[in-house]
């Protein structure tokens, strides 16, 4: 049996999800695929910025959905000296939180699937080839006729290679790896840290607070940067034995057996965004933040930007439009001090310079979150009242911490 609908999303994370919304919003017939039956984990840090709260909140997620749901407001970040900055993002509303991706994945999946979303679970994508004015989609569960695909199928892209099977192999910028942590009784267990280890850079290291005394712990480094990926769990152990990491998550802190890493691609400037009306979102599209490795943000947004774009007449030039302006001077921006933090003179004097004075250290927090796009001083059209002190997502709910 084939099934039709106008845009056939494969992918159910973030980005899958938020194209479903918002093409569903405009009245289109969508259907979502995933190989995966949720709740399923995902290898991430779990912690979603600024600009991933606005996003959420603004696709109608709430907050009290999601059971590890963990705003933050306290930050400190350590340079590669050893002196500690310590930060607070405002209690206008959420900045920072925390929910593990088996939470939130799932429950973004349930409110979407509550707003008229059609959703198949344990469905896994097989080919794609072009039929009538659209394409026929080959799974585990049958056809799917759409006229428009939306791939949001994450890092390795199945679509992608379907399309592309004589593109060489990617790895991703960066490479992460990610531990929790039970019984944290120190500060970490309200406290985000960030760990700028000299032999991470322009990599770091973070800990990022859950209830119930639960951390995510992990650290990311760049690709081709000194350390070699196949080093990663050795120095994760000797960084998990540095006296400042155990004074932050406290003597009794058990850290779980399981360790996971993920490859995190990021390089949405030359990616393939769409090939015809198929269209490419989130880890597919390569959209992550290039300074830090952060994804779930980037991903809500180009999901939005597909799920806009398959209302338009000519999809793929319209998608490749929006990308190229929401995201574009971003991704320079963030390659540039990405070079910043490359360099350990330069990372110590950055942060020394962001210590020192209340007003850098508030505005820069609030930056650091992705309050606004990373390049928004450079780019005048995004100019708006309120710069970096507007409320924070959900600001009508109690206030956290
Ligand atoms: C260790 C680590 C830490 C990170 N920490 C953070 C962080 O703290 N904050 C942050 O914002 N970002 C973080 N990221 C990045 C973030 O996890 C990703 O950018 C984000 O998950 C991308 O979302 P997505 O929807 O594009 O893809 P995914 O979340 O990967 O979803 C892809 C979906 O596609 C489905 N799929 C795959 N193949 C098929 C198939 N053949 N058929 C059907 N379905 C298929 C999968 O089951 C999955 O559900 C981190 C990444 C790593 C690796």
Not at 146 to 175: I, N, T
Not at 270 to 276: C, E, N, R, V, Y
């Amino acid at each position: 049996m084939t099934s039709h609908s106008d845009v056939l999303v494969v992918g159910a994370g973030p980005a899958g999800v938020a194209a479903a919304l918002t093409a569903h919003r405009l009245g289109l017939r969508v259907r979502v695929i995933d190989k995966a039956t949720f709740p399923r984990d995902k290898c991430c840090g779990d912690g979603l910025t600024t600009g991933a709260l606005r996003l959420l909140e603004t696709l109608g997620l709430r907050p009290e959905t999601v059971k590890s749901w963990t705003p933050c407001r306290d930050v400190t970040l350590r340079s590669p000296s050893g002196r500690e900055v310590e930060l607070r993002l405002p209690g206008d509303g959420q900045f920072a939180a925390i929910a593990t991706r088996f939470d939130l994945d799932a429950a973004l999946v349930d409110h979407a699937r509550g707003s008229g979303v059609e959703i198949s679970e344990g469905v896994t994508f097989a080919g794609i080839e072009r039929h009538g004015d659209g394409y026929r989609v080959s799974t585990s569960g049958g056809n799917f006729d759409a006229r428009v695909v939306v791939a949001a199928d994450g890092m390795w892209s199945p679509v992608r290679k379907a399309l592309q099977p004589d593109r060489s192999p990617y790895l991703g910028e960066w490479h992460a790896l990610r531990q929790y942590a039970t019984n944290v009784t120190g500060p970490a267990s309200t406290r985000l840290y960030v760990w700028f280890e000299p032999e991470l850079l322009p990599g770091y290291a973070w800990s990022f607070p859950l209830a119930d005394g639960r951390a995510n712990l992990g650290f990311g480094i760049l690709r081709g940067a000194s350390q070699k990926v196949g080093d990663m769990k050795a120095l994760w152990k000797t960084v998990l034995t540095r006296e400042h990491v155990r004074n932050a998550l406290g003597d009794d802190a058990i850290i779980d057996d399981k360790v996971s890493a993920w490859p995190i691609p990021a390089r949405v400037t030359s990616a393939t965004l769409s090939i015809d009306d198929v269209l490419f979102v989130g880890d597919a599209a390569c959209v992550t933040d290039v300074l830090t490795g952060e994804g779930i943000g980037q991903a809500l947004l180009s999901g939005i930007l597909a799920g806009e774009a398959a209302a338009q007449s000519e999809p793929g030039r319209a998608y490749r439009r929006a990308m190229r302006r929401e995201f574009f001077a971003d991704h320079r921006m963030s390659s540039v001090l990405g070079r910043v933090l490359g360099s350990e003179k330069l990372a110590r004097g950055a942060i020394r310079v962001i210590g020192n004075g209340d007003w850098r250290r508030d505005k820069f927090v609030r930056w650091m979150f992705e309050d606004e796009p990373r390049a928004i001083a450079l780019t005048p059209r995004r100019w708006h009242r309120g710069f970096l002190s507007a409320r924070g997502a959900y600001a009508d709910r109690p206030k956290s911490g």
